[in-house]
Protein backbone atom coordinates (compact mmCIF):
# COMPACT_ATOMS: atom_id res chain seq x y z
CA UNK A 1 0.00 0.00 0.00
CA UNK A 2 1.43 3.38 -0.52
CA UNK A 3 2.09 5.81 2.25
CA UNK A 4 -0.53 7.48 2.91
CA UNK A 5 1.37 10.17 4.10
CA UNK A 6 3.77 10.48 1.38
CA UNK A 7 5.13 13.73 0.28
CA UNK A 8 3.23 13.56 -3.11
CA UNK A 9 0.35 14.67 -1.00
CA UNK A 10 1.60 18.02 -0.02
CA UNK A 11 -0.09 20.87 -2.17
CA UNK A 12 2.44 21.84 -4.75
CA UNK A 13 1.19 25.78 -4.48
CA UNK A 14 1.14 25.32 -0.60
CA UNK A 15 4.19 27.64 -0.37
CA UNK A 16 1.87 30.28 -1.76
CA UNK A 17 -1.05 29.85 0.22
CA UNK A 18 -1.68 30.70 3.62
CA UNK A 19 -1.39 27.65 5.90
CA UNK A 20 -4.20 26.36 7.66
CA UNK A 21 -4.43 26.06 11.29
CA UNK A 22 -4.47 22.93 13.85
CA UNK A 23 -5.36 23.32 16.99
CA UNK A 24 -4.77 19.95 19.03
CA UNK A 25 -6.24 19.32 22.57
CA UNK A 26 -5.25 16.33 24.73
CA UNK A 27 -6.09 14.64 27.79
CA UNK A 28 -4.80 11.85 29.88
CA UNK A 29 -1.66 9.98 29.45
CA UNK A 30 1.93 10.62 27.91
CA UNK A 31 0.50 8.34 25.26
CA UNK A 32 -1.89 10.82 23.96
CA UNK A 33 0.54 13.16 24.17
CA UNK A 34 2.81 11.33 21.68
CA UNK A 35 -0.16 10.64 19.74
CA UNK A 36 -0.55 14.33 19.21
CA UNK A 37 2.78 14.98 18.08
CA UNK A 38 2.56 12.53 15.56
CA UNK A 39 -1.13 13.63 14.29
CA UNK A 40 0.43 17.51 13.25
CA UNK A 41 3.41 15.75 11.70
CA UNK A 42 1.12 13.79 9.78
CA UNK A 43 -0.72 16.88 9.30
CA UNK A 44 2.63 19.14 8.07
CA UNK A 45 2.49 17.67 4.46
CA UNK A 46 -0.77 19.04 4.19
CA UNK A 47 -0.08 22.27 5.27
CA UNK A 48 -1.36 22.68 8.52
CA UNK A 49 0.48 24.36 10.96
CA UNK A 50 -0.09 24.09 15.11
CA UNK A 51 -2.35 26.93 16.52
CA UNK A 52 -2.65 27.87 20.16
CA UNK A 53 -5.86 29.94 19.46
CA UNK A 54 -8.84 27.48 19.51
CA UNK A 55 -10.56 30.33 17.80
CA UNK A 56 -8.19 30.61 14.85
CA UNK A 57 -8.34 27.02 13.82
CA UNK A 58 -9.21 25.70 10.89
CA UNK A 59 -9.47 22.05 12.24
CA UNK A 60 -9.60 21.05 15.75
CA UNK A 61 -9.22 17.74 17.22
CA UNK A 62 -10.00 16.63 20.77
CA UNK A 63 -7.38 13.45 21.36
CA UNK A 64 -9.54 11.88 23.71
CA UNK A 65 -8.27 9.62 27.25
CA UNK A 66 -11.13 7.64 29.10
CA UNK A 67 -9.79 6.84 31.98
CA UNK A 68 -10.25 9.78 33.99
CA UNK A 69 -14.04 10.39 35.55
CA UNK A 70 -17.01 11.33 33.44
CA UNK A 71 -14.39 11.36 30.41
CA UNK A 72 -16.97 11.25 27.36
CA UNK A 73 -19.53 13.60 29.15
CA UNK A 74 -16.75 16.23 29.66
CA UNK A 75 -15.44 15.54 25.83
CA UNK A 76 -19.44 16.20 24.72
CA UNK A 77 -19.61 19.19 26.69
CA UNK A 78 -16.61 20.62 24.88
CA UNK A 79 -17.95 19.65 21.81
CA UNK A 80 -20.97 21.65 22.39
CA UNK A 81 -18.68 24.86 22.49
CA UNK A 82 -17.06 23.94 19.18
CA UNK A 83 -20.12 23.20 17.48
CA UNK A 84 -21.11 27.20 18.32
CA UNK A 85 -17.67 28.10 17.07
CA UNK A 86 -17.82 26.00 14.19
CA UNK A 87 -21.48 27.65 12.84
CA UNK A 88 -20.08 31.26 13.79
CA UNK A 89 -16.74 30.63 11.45
CA UNK A 90 -19.10 29.64 8.89
CA UNK A 91 -20.74 33.08 8.91
CA UNK A 92 -17.33 34.08 8.48
CA UNK A 93 -17.10 32.24 5.51
CA UNK A 94 -14.73 29.36 6.73
CA UNK A 95 -14.65 26.41 6.86
CA UNK A 96 -14.00 24.32 10.52
CA UNK A 97 -13.54 20.70 10.79
CA UNK A 98 -13.55 18.92 14.55
CA UNK A 99 -12.18 15.29 14.98
CA UNK A 100 -12.57 13.17 18.27
CA UNK A 101 -9.82 11.07 18.29
CA UNK A 102 -7.95 8.99 20.90
CA UNK A 103 -9.92 6.23 23.82
CA UNK A 104 -13.25 8.04 23.91
CA UNK A 105 -13.37 7.98 19.89
CA UNK A 106 -12.46 4.50 19.83
CA UNK A 107 -14.97 3.51 22.58
CA UNK A 108 -18.01 5.58 21.84
CA UNK A 109 -17.25 5.27 17.86
CA UNK A 110 -20.61 6.51 16.03
CA UNK A 111 -22.10 7.74 19.27
CA UNK A 112 -20.03 10.55 18.99
CA UNK A 113 -21.61 11.93 15.59
CA UNK A 114 -25.10 11.04 16.52
CA UNK A 115 -24.98 12.50 20.07
CA UNK A 116 -23.62 15.55 18.11
CA UNK A 117 -23.54 16.03 14.13
CA UNK A 118 -20.84 18.60 14.41
CA UNK A 119 -18.15 16.41 14.38
CA UNK A 120 -16.67 15.47 11.17
CA UNK A 121 -14.48 12.58 11.90
CA UNK A 122 -14.44 10.28 14.74
CA UNK A 123 -10.53 8.28 14.52
CA UNK A 124 -9.61 5.38 16.42
CA UNK A 125 -6.04 5.68 18.30
CA UNK A 126 -4.40 3.06 15.64
CA UNK A 127 -5.56 4.94 13.00
CA UNK A 128 -4.65 8.38 13.07
CA UNK A 129 -1.23 7.76 10.32
CA UNK A 130 -5.01 8.12 7.88
CA UNK A 131 -6.00 11.15 9.45
CA UNK A 132 -5.19 13.56 6.03
CA UNK A 133 -7.06 10.43 3.72
CA UNK A 134 -10.38 11.08 6.53
CA UNK A 135 -10.26 14.60 6.62
CA UNK A 136 -10.26 14.57 2.63
CA UNK A 137 -13.43 11.76 2.46
CA UNK A 138 -15.30 14.06 5.34
CA UNK A 139 -15.27 17.25 3.00
CA UNK A 140 -16.35 15.13 0.57
CA UNK A 141 -19.11 12.39 2.00
CA UNK A 142 -19.89 14.01 4.92
CA UNK A 143 -18.75 12.87 9.01
CA UNK A 144 -16.73 9.80 8.85
CA UNK A 145 -15.95 7.02 12.07
CA UNK A 146 -12.74 4.86 11.65
CA UNK A 147 -12.48 3.01 14.98
CA UNK A 148 -11.04 -0.73 13.22
CA UNK A 149 -7.68 -2.01 14.59
CA UNK A 150 -5.82 -2.02 11.37
CA UNK A 151 -3.93 -4.77 10.08
CA UNK A 152 -0.73 -2.74 9.10
CA UNK A 153 0.90 -0.84 11.76
CA UNK A 154 0.42 2.69 12.03
CA UNK A 155 4.32 3.31 12.72
CA UNK A 156 5.13 2.26 9.03
CA UNK A 157 3.22 4.88 7.97
CA UNK A 158 3.77 7.85 9.99
CA UNK A 159 6.45 10.78 8.46
CA UNK A 160 9.19 11.56 10.00
CA UNK A 161 8.90 15.06 11.60
CA UNK A 162 11.64 17.76 10.54
CA UNK A 163 14.39 18.33 12.93
CA UNK A 164 12.92 22.06 13.17
CA UNK A 165 9.53 20.78 14.52
CA UNK A 166 11.20 18.15 17.18
CA UNK A 167 13.64 21.04 18.45
CA UNK A 168 10.61 23.21 19.25
CA UNK A 169 10.06 20.81 21.18
CA UNK A 170 12.05 20.97 23.73
CA UNK A 171 14.87 19.09 25.11
CA UNK A 172 12.76 15.83 26.24
CA UNK A 173 10.90 13.40 24.21
CA UNK A 174 8.45 10.44 24.33
CA UNK A 175 9.08 7.66 21.83
CA UNK A 176 6.52 4.97 22.06
CA UNK A 177 7.77 1.51 22.19
CA UNK A 178 4.83 -0.73 23.54
CA UNK A 179 0.31 -0.25 22.75
CA UNK A 180 -2.36 -1.96 23.91
CA UNK A 181 -2.45 -4.53 27.36
CA UNK A 182 -2.94 -7.92 27.84
CA UNK A 183 -3.05 -7.74 31.90
CA UNK A 184 -7.45 -6.84 31.98
CA UNK A 185 -7.43 -5.59 35.38
CA UNK A 186 -11.11 -5.03 35.79
CA UNK A 187 -11.04 -1.53 35.91
CA UNK A 188 -9.41 -0.96 33.13
CA UNK A 189 -10.74 -0.10 29.37
CA UNK A 190 -6.97 0.37 27.54
CA UNK A 191 -7.82 -3.42 26.22
CA UNK A 192 -10.65 -2.59 24.67
CA UNK A 193 -9.52 0.77 23.49
CA UNK A 194 -6.19 0.29 22.60
CA UNK A 195 -6.18 -3.41 21.81
CA UNK A 196 -3.84 -6.34 22.46
CA UNK A 197 -0.31 -5.80 23.52
CA UNK A 198 2.01 -4.71 20.26
CA UNK A 199 5.38 -3.64 20.31
CA UNK A 200 7.65 -1.71 17.79
CA UNK A 201 10.59 -3.65 16.68
CA UNK A 202 13.94 -2.45 17.94
CA UNK A 203 15.22 -1.00 15.08
CA UNK A 204 12.31 1.09 14.58
CA UNK A 205 12.40 2.63 18.27
CA UNK A 206 16.19 3.30 18.05
CA UNK A 207 15.99 5.01 14.76
CA UNK A 208 13.26 7.44 16.53
CA UNK A 209 15.63 7.90 19.00
CA UNK A 210 18.55 8.97 16.97
CA UNK A 211 16.78 11.33 15.09
CA UNK A 212 15.30 13.05 18.32
CA UNK A 213 18.91 13.13 19.58
CA UNK A 214 20.20 14.61 16.47
CA UNK A 215 17.61 17.45 17.25
CA UNK A 216 18.66 18.50 20.33
CA UNK A 217 16.76 15.82 22.80
CA UNK A 218 18.52 15.17 25.52
CA UNK A 219 16.26 12.86 27.46
CA UNK A 220 14.07 9.99 26.19
CA UNK A 221 11.05 8.59 27.55
CA UNK A 222 10.17 4.76 26.34
CA UNK A 223 6.27 5.22 26.57
CA UNK A 224 3.64 2.14 26.46
CA UNK A 225 0.45 1.58 28.44
CA UNK A 226 2.11 -1.93 29.50
CA UNK A 227 5.48 -0.69 28.95
CA UNK A 228 7.76 -3.25 30.69
CA UNK A 229 5.80 -5.96 28.31
CA UNK A 230 8.00 -4.53 25.81
CA UNK A 231 9.13 -7.77 23.51
CA UNK A 232 10.01 -6.02 20.14
CA UNK A 233 12.19 -8.14 17.50
CA UNK A 234 15.53 -7.40 16.61
CA UNK A 235 17.24 -7.18 12.93
CA UNK A 236 17.78 -11.43 13.47
CA UNK A 237 13.86 -11.66 14.51
CA UNK A 238 14.72 -12.39 18.39
CA UNK A 239 12.48 -11.28 21.05
CA UNK A 240 14.06 -8.35 22.69
CA UNK A 241 13.35 -7.09 26.49
CA UNK A 242 12.53 -3.50 27.72
CA UNK A 243 15.98 -4.15 29.89
CA UNK A 244 18.23 -4.88 26.85
CA UNK A 245 16.01 -1.87 24.86
CA UNK A 246 16.81 0.48 27.25
CA UNK A 247 20.53 -0.97 27.00
CA UNK A 248 20.31 -0.01 23.10
CA UNK A 249 18.70 3.20 23.36
CA UNK A 250 21.59 4.13 26.13
CA UNK A 251 24.57 3.25 23.80
CA UNK A 252 23.02 5.80 21.01
CA UNK A 253 25.47 9.10 21.32
CA UNK A 254 24.46 12.50 22.87
CA UNK A 255 21.74 10.72 25.20
CA UNK A 256 21.68 12.05 28.59
CA UNK A 257 18.60 10.51 30.51
CA UNK A 258 16.61 7.63 29.85
CA UNK A 259 13.01 6.88 31.52
CA UNK A 260 9.93 5.03 30.71
CA UNK A 261 6.51 4.56 31.63
CA UNK A 262 3.56 2.94 32.78
CA UNK A 263 4.80 -0.50 34.28
CA UNK A 264 2.98 -3.05 35.40
CA UNK A 265 4.75 -4.95 38.79
CA UNK A 266 3.91 -8.29 36.79
CA UNK A 267 6.38 -7.30 34.45
CA UNK A 268 9.59 -6.08 36.44
CA UNK A 269 11.79 -9.08 35.41
CA UNK A 270 15.17 -9.54 36.84
CA UNK A 271 17.00 -7.84 33.75
CA UNK A 272 14.90 -4.95 33.62
CA UNK A 273 15.99 -4.46 37.95
CA UNK A 274 19.77 -4.85 36.71
CA UNK A 275 19.18 -2.13 34.08
CA UNK A 276 18.52 0.09 36.80
CA UNK A 277 21.85 -0.99 38.59
CA UNK A 278 23.81 -1.20 34.60
CA UNK A 279 22.70 1.75 32.51
CA UNK A 280 23.95 4.98 33.76
CA UNK A 281 21.39 6.96 31.76
CA UNK A 282 18.61 5.06 33.32
CA UNK A 283 17.08 7.51 35.79
CA UNK A 284 16.67 6.39 39.60
CA UNK A 285 12.70 7.04 39.52
CA UNK A 286 10.33 4.66 38.90
CA UNK A 287 6.41 4.71 38.61
CA UNK A 288 5.22 1.29 39.50
CA UNK A 289 1.40 1.34 40.02
CA UNK A 290 -0.01 -0.91 43.10
CA UNK A 291 -3.28 0.16 42.80
CA UNK A 292 -4.53 -1.01 46.43
CA UNK A 293 -2.75 -2.09 49.34
CA UNK A 294 -5.54 -4.97 49.78
CA UNK A 295 -5.20 -7.89 48.89
CA UNK A 296 -9.06 -8.87 48.39
CA UNK A 297 -9.23 -5.94 46.30
CA UNK A 298 -6.55 -6.54 44.01
CA UNK A 299 -7.80 -9.50 43.64
CA UNK A 300 -10.95 -8.29 42.60
CA UNK A 301 -8.72 -5.71 40.13
CA UNK A 302 -7.39 -8.91 38.61
CA UNK A 303 -4.42 -7.49 39.22
CA UNK A 304 -2.14 -10.88 40.19
CA UNK A 305 -0.13 -9.77 42.82
CA UNK A 306 -0.50 -9.29 46.94
CA UNK A 307 0.90 -6.12 48.56
CA UNK A 308 3.55 -8.79 50.05
CA UNK A 309 4.83 -8.97 46.42
CA UNK A 310 4.43 -5.62 45.59
CA UNK A 311 6.89 -4.72 48.57
CA UNK A 312 9.24 -7.37 48.09
CA UNK A 313 9.49 -5.68 44.57
CA UNK A 314 10.18 -2.44 46.09
CA UNK A 315 12.50 -3.91 48.77
CA UNK A 316 14.40 -6.22 45.35
CA UNK A 317 14.68 -2.64 42.99
CA UNK A 318 16.36 -0.80 45.95
CA UNK A 319 18.64 -3.38 46.66
CA UNK A 320 20.01 -3.08 42.85
CA UNK A 321 19.90 1.22 42.87
CA UNK A 322 19.52 2.54 46.44
CA UNK A 323 18.78 5.60 45.41
CA UNK A 324 16.35 4.59 42.87
CA UNK A 325 12.68 6.52 44.33
CA UNK A 326 9.15 5.27 43.15
CA UNK A 327 6.05 6.91 42.25
CA UNK A 328 2.77 4.95 41.85
CA UNK A 329 -1.45 4.90 41.23
CA UNK A 330 -4.06 4.40 43.80
CA UNK A 331 -7.52 4.00 43.33
CA UNK A 332 -10.05 4.28 46.34
CA UNK A 333 -13.27 3.46 46.60
CA UNK A 334 -13.43 0.07 44.17
CA UNK A 335 -16.53 -1.89 44.84
CA UNK A 336 -16.39 -3.59 48.15
CA UNK A 337 -13.94 -1.78 49.42
CA UNK A 338 -13.72 -1.59 53.30
CA UNK A 339 -12.34 1.01 55.97
CA UNK A 340 -10.28 -2.28 56.56
CA UNK A 341 -9.13 -2.19 53.05
CA UNK A 342 -8.43 1.10 53.10
CA UNK A 343 -5.84 0.71 55.49
CA UNK A 344 -4.33 -1.70 54.38
CA UNK A 345 -3.59 0.94 50.95
CA UNK A 346 -2.91 3.56 54.12
CA UNK A 347 -0.46 1.15 55.47
CA UNK A 348 1.38 0.01 52.32
CA UNK A 349 2.04 3.93 51.39
CA UNK A 350 3.68 4.34 54.86
CA UNK A 351 5.55 1.24 54.68
CA UNK A 352 6.78 2.11 50.49
CA UNK A 353 7.57 6.25 51.21
CA UNK A 354 6.74 7.54 47.80
CA UNK A 355 8.32 10.60 46.06
CA UNK A 356 5.23 11.09 44.08
CA UNK A 357 1.94 9.71 43.33
CA UNK A 358 -1.34 9.57 41.85
CA UNK A 359 -4.57 9.25 43.25
CA UNK A 360 -8.38 8.79 42.53
CA UNK A 361 -11.97 7.70 43.01
CA UNK A 362 -13.20 4.67 41.43
CA UNK A 363 -15.76 5.60 39.02
CA UNK A 364 -16.74 2.87 36.85
CA UNK A 365 -15.69 2.30 32.82
CA UNK A 366 -18.99 0.71 30.73
CA UNK A 367 -17.72 -2.35 29.24
CA UNK A 368 -15.27 -3.02 31.72
CA UNK A 369 -16.10 -6.17 34.82
CA UNK A 370 -15.94 -3.95 37.47
CA UNK A 371 -18.82 -1.61 36.40
CA UNK A 372 -21.55 -4.16 37.32
CA UNK A 373 -19.88 -5.47 40.59
CA UNK A 374 -22.25 -4.87 43.40
CA UNK A 375 -21.49 -3.22 46.00
CA UNK A 376 -20.25 0.06 45.07
CA UNK A 377 -18.96 2.33 47.09
CA UNK A 378 -21.03 5.91 48.57
CA UNK A 379 -19.49 9.15 46.36
CA UNK A 380 -19.03 10.86 50.07
CA UNK A 381 -17.17 8.00 51.01
CA UNK A 382 -14.68 7.75 48.48
CA UNK A 383 -14.17 11.34 48.37
CA UNK A 384 -13.44 11.25 52.37
CA UNK A 385 -11.31 8.03 51.49
CA UNK A 386 -9.70 10.23 48.99
CA UNK A 387 -8.97 13.07 51.08
CA UNK A 388 -6.95 11.51 53.51
CA UNK A 389 -5.09 9.27 50.99
CA UNK A 390 -3.63 12.45 49.19
CA UNK A 391 -2.86 14.30 52.27
CA UNK A 392 -0.60 11.46 53.11
CA UNK A 393 1.22 11.16 49.76
CA UNK A 394 1.46 14.89 49.78
CA UNK A 395 3.36 15.01 53.26
CA UNK A 396 5.41 12.05 52.13
CA UNK A 397 6.09 14.34 48.61
CA UNK A 398 7.27 17.24 50.66
CA UNK A 399 9.10 15.20 52.93
CA UNK A 400 10.84 13.78 49.71
CA UNK A 401 11.66 17.50 48.78
CA UNK A 402 13.09 18.45 52.01
CA UNK A 403 14.86 15.86 51.94
CA UNK A 404 17.10 17.50 48.74
CA UNK A 405 18.00 20.86 50.43
CA UNK A 406 21.83 20.55 50.92
CA UNK A 407 22.50 17.62 48.06
CA UNK A 408 23.81 18.48 44.77
CA UNK A 409 21.96 17.23 42.07
CA UNK A 410 22.51 17.07 38.10
CA UNK A 411 19.81 19.07 36.64
CA UNK A 412 18.34 18.87 32.95
CA UNK A 413 17.15 22.52 32.01
CA UNK A 414 14.70 22.54 29.66
CA UNK A 415 12.70 26.38 29.79
CA UNK A 416 13.14 29.44 30.57
CA UNK A 417 11.21 30.61 34.38
CA UNK A 418 8.30 32.78 34.38
CA UNK A 419 10.85 35.65 36.14
CA UNK A 420 13.45 37.46 34.30
CA UNK A 421 17.12 35.28 34.75
CA UNK A 422 15.12 32.05 35.86
CA UNK A 423 16.30 28.68 33.99
CA UNK A 424 13.88 25.57 34.75
CA UNK A 425 14.58 22.10 34.97
CA UNK A 426 14.43 18.52 36.10
CA UNK A 427 16.61 16.76 38.65
CA UNK A 428 16.25 12.65 38.59
CA UNK A 429 13.56 12.39 40.38
CA UNK A 430 10.97 14.71 38.08
CA UNK A 431 11.81 17.60 40.74
CA UNK A 432 11.45 20.79 39.25
CA UNK A 433 14.44 22.89 40.23
CA UNK A 434 14.29 26.95 39.24
CA UNK A 435 17.93 29.16 39.41
CA UNK A 436 18.94 32.27 38.61
CA UNK A 437 21.57 31.90 36.07
CA UNK A 438 22.76 34.42 33.38
CA UNK A 439 24.25 31.63 31.37
CA UNK A 440 21.95 30.05 29.03
CA UNK A 441 21.69 26.57 30.72
CA UNK A 442 19.19 25.23 28.56
CA UNK A 443 19.36 21.79 26.84
CA UNK A 444 23.03 21.02 29.28
CA UNK A 445 22.96 18.77 32.45
CA UNK A 446 24.15 20.96 35.33
CA UNK A 447 25.14 19.87 38.85
CA UNK A 448 22.61 22.22 41.19
CA UNK A 449 22.79 22.52 45.22
CA UNK A 450 19.61 22.83 46.30
CA UNK A 451 19.07 25.80 48.88
CA UNK A 452 14.90 25.29 49.34
CA UNK A 453 12.22 23.12 49.08
CA UNK A 454 8.90 24.90 47.80
CA UNK A 455 5.72 23.73 47.43
CA UNK A 456 6.24 22.67 43.75
CA UNK A 457 9.56 22.88 43.34
CA UNK A 458 13.00 23.39 44.34
CA UNK A 459 15.46 26.55 44.16
CA UNK A 460 18.84 25.89 43.80
CA UNK A 461 22.17 27.56 43.05
CA UNK A 462 24.91 26.29 40.29
CA UNK A 463 28.49 27.59 40.85
CA UNK A 464 30.98 28.87 38.32
CA UNK A 465 33.21 25.66 38.10
CA UNK A 466 30.06 23.64 36.91
CA UNK A 467 29.07 26.28 34.41
CA UNK A 468 32.05 25.42 32.36
CA UNK A 469 31.23 21.55 32.74
CA UNK A 470 27.83 21.29 31.87
CA UNK A 471 27.19 18.20 29.19
CA UNK A 472 24.31 18.16 26.38
Known sequence: ????????????????????????????????????????????????????????????ILNTCHIREKASEKIFSELGKLKLMKAAALTEGRSVQIVVAGCVAQAEGGEIIKRQAAVDLVIGSQ???????????????????????????????LPTPSAARMAARGVSAFVTVQEGC???????????????????????????VKSLISSGISEITLIGQNVNAYHGLDAQGRDVSLAKLIDHVGKVPGISRIRY??????????????????????????????????????AAMNRKHTSADYIRLIEKIRRARPDIS?????????????????????????????????????????????AVLVDQVGEDVKAHRLAQLQQLLDQQRHAFDKASVGKTLPVLFEKPGRHPGQQVGKTPY??????????????????????????????????????GGASN
Do not use: W
Not at 34 to 58: H, P
Not at 273 to 283: C, K, N, Q, T, W
Open 127 to 157: NYHRLPELLDRARGAGPVVDTEFPVESKFDH
Open 430 to 467: LQAVYVTEASNLIGKVVDVAILEAMSNSLRGAVSSSQL
Open 1 to 60: MQRLMDETHRDPNAAEQEPKRVFVKSYGCQMNVYDAQRMTDALDARGYRETADVGSADLV
Open 326 to 370: FSSDFIVGFPGETDQDFQATMQLVAEVQFASAYSFKYSPRPGTPA
Open 182 to 208: DKFCSFCVVPYTRGAETCRPVSAVIDE
Open 261 to 298: TTSHPRDMSDDLIEAHRDVPSLMPYLHLPVQSGADRIL
